[in-house]
């Protein structure tokens, strides 16, 4: 283990803040979790689930071209990348071919895995991360440390003294108002954004359908109020039937945050009606980066069944001690540490895959 | 008397559901006194005609052009014709919902029509009226019922928003309402 990386570990152990936060969220989470599974089977939804999955990273490009053939018919843009040159180069084009000047984004883990922001930001493209957590982060210059809740690693003291120092100064360290702060300051910036980019949850190849679960609402601001939409979806997002997304609704809320539905799902299946009675534009990019390759090596395809509740870095002793900018890239935690070897480098995941203790908890 | 007992269990189940999410759920028996219901609330909020204070009601199946007339006389500040700009500076959202779920307390609504976005996503406060008919027990249920080969955009709506981004302490009111009221109306017809 390299020097650097050993002292990041030490510094990590030495944040009280860090071990108090993530150790007093994994011990409720338990709890919570399993009050909002109740009265559900939920080793018939996960195994109902992996069939899906599985079933689908067999058959990545049919269901990428069936989703493709879907969604034009309705008159969306597909565009089916397999780099992540291409999906950027993608978007800045559209970009600058419509005069964007502003975006505003909803929390996506594909547009942080392909360094998005830096990409367009350096076009001289203004772009706002409007999930709390990620507005947060990027305001601190810092990368999401889970990959549910982005600023876990941070206090209040932090957040106010980060909105304070990039935002307007004399922020206080009270929640309430810390949060009202992030509406008030973002709300102009939504009615000014020229595009709106999200990612996606679930892509139905049936259908052309995303489905986009959020709790803030900044997801249906970012899909309606700007006159352009482009969803970034990795084609492990893929599933093949509308029905298929029940079992995946019934986990996802109840594994990640303990609710038995997020306060917003948006199911998008074509464009619709802007503001000014002219056709939203809709982009959906399906994002290949490696994925397919990933899908064909019988070691790893289990992985692409994945629909990131990010339970296993709840559960993790060791990402309670260390956190996700220890224990993970852009991905954190257990699984992070697989898909960071596939979507990064291997050898970016040689160091945090030697963090894991075998304890089998994220099983 | 079988399909009695049935209904009231799926209304106690979406009411406990929806106000563990911190939904109010009322309940009236007819459309004209779901009008009434609206318009005491909107009262009750102090809504005038100004901005910030006013209310925008969404174009619903449930308000014809003479309950329109009634509703803008009864509620000065009371506005239908939702604009962009309007809903930007209302202090009210008013909308029809399609569907509600017993289950988790949702709200379903085929939301191709921007102003349902708008209503019930700019304003602190959002108030949504649905048929009592039109509550079905889960998920499952309404995946069957809404088509997406009509519908580009489909709403769930559970809850006002929320967070737990600082912390993990749950802030309600985020970027959407901070407030959700919802009136089940019993003779309203369900949409086919």
């Known amino acids: 283990v390299k020097q650097e990386f050993k002292q990041s570990i030490l510094d990590a152990l030495a944040n009280p803040n860090l071990s108090g936060a993530l150790g007093r969220f994994s011990v409720a989470y338990r709890t919570s979790r399993a009050k909002a599974y109740e009265g559900v089977d939920f080793e018939a939804v996960r195994t109902q689930i992996a069939e899906i999955k599985s079933s689908s990273a067999s058959h990545f490009d049919e269901l ?109 360290p009270d929640i309430p108002k810390l949060v009202k702060f992030a509406r008030g300051k973002l709300r102009p910036i939504f009615l000014g954004a020229d595009m709106g980019i999200s990612g996606a949850n679930i892509a139905v190849a049936d259908t052309g359908s995303i489905v986009i679960i959020t709790n803030e609402g900044n997801g249906r601001l970012v899909t309606t109020l700007p006159r352009i939409h482009v969803a970034i979806v990795g084609l492990e997002k893929l599933i093949e039937h509308f029905a298929d997304i029940e079992p995946i609704l019934t986990a996802l809320p109840r594994s990640a945050t303990a609710q038995l539905l997020t306060s917003y ?40 069944q994945c629909i990131r509740c990010a339970s296993c870095l709840n559960v993790c002793p060791v990402f309670r001690l260390v956190g996700g900018h220890v224990f993970g890239k852009v991905y954190t935690g257990g699984i992070g540490t697989i898909l960071t070897a596939w979507f990064d480098a291997l050898k970016e995941s040689d160091e945090i895959q030697s963090l894991c203790i075998q304890c089998g908890n994220c099983k | 008397m079988n399909g009695i007992i049935e209904s009231s269990l799926v209304i106690d189940s979406f009411k406990v559901h929806a106000e563990a999410v911190s939904a109010q759920v009322l309940r009236v028996a007819t459309r004209e006194l779901a009008m009434e219901s609206v318009a005491d609330l909107l009262h009750q909020e102090g809504v005038e005609d100004k901005p910030d204070c006013y209310a925008v009601w969404a174009a619903c199946p449930m308000i014809g052009p003479a309950d329109r007339k009634k509703l803008e006389a009864a509620v000065p500040g009371l506005k239908f014709d939702v604009t962009r700009e309007l809903a930007a500076h209302a202090k ?32 602190l406060l959002h108030i949504a009226l649905v048929s009592t008919a039109a509550l079905l027990p889960d998920l499952a249920a309404v995946l069957t019922r809404v088509d997406p080969g009509k519908s580009s955009y489909l709403s769930f709506i559970t809850g006002p928003s929320r967070t737990a981004d600082i912390e993990r302490v749950l802030t309600i009111g985020v970027h959407g309402p901070e407030r959700l009221i919802i009136v089940l109306v019993d003779d309203l017809e369900v949409a086919a």
Do not use: C
Request: proline letters at 4%; zero cysteines.
């Open chain 2, 92 to 123: 009210v959202g008013i909308s029809q919902m399609d569907w509600a779920l017993a289950n988790t307390g949702t709200l379903v609504q085929d939301a191709d029509q921007v102003d349902k976005r708008l209503v019930s996503t700019l304003p």
């Open chain 1, 265 to 304: 799902v948006s199911i998008i299946s074509g464009p619709v009606p802007n503001t000014d009675g002219t056709p939203k534009e809709l982009h959906i990019i399906l994002m290949d980066n490696r994925r397919n390759e990933m899908a064909h090596d019988p070691r790893f395809k289990q992985a692409l």
């Open chain 1, 64 to 172: 990428a071209d069936s989703f493709t053939r879907a969604a034009e018919a309705r008159g969306t843009k597909v565009f089916r990348a397999n780099s992540p040159q291409a999906v950027k180069d993608y978007i800045l084009r559209l970009a600058q071919e419509r005069g964007v000047k502003s975006i505003v984004k909803s929390k996506s883990m594909a547009s942080e895995e392909i360094h998005l922001n830096e990409h367009l930001e350096k076009a001289g493209i203004a772009v706002r991360e409007t999930d709390l957590g990620e507005w947060i982060i990027q305001l601190a210059g810092q990368r999401p440390s889970h990959m549910v809740m982005p600023a876990i690693h941070m206090t209040k003291e932090e957040v106010a003294e980060v909105f304070s120092d990039k935002v307007e100064v004399g922020q206080m």
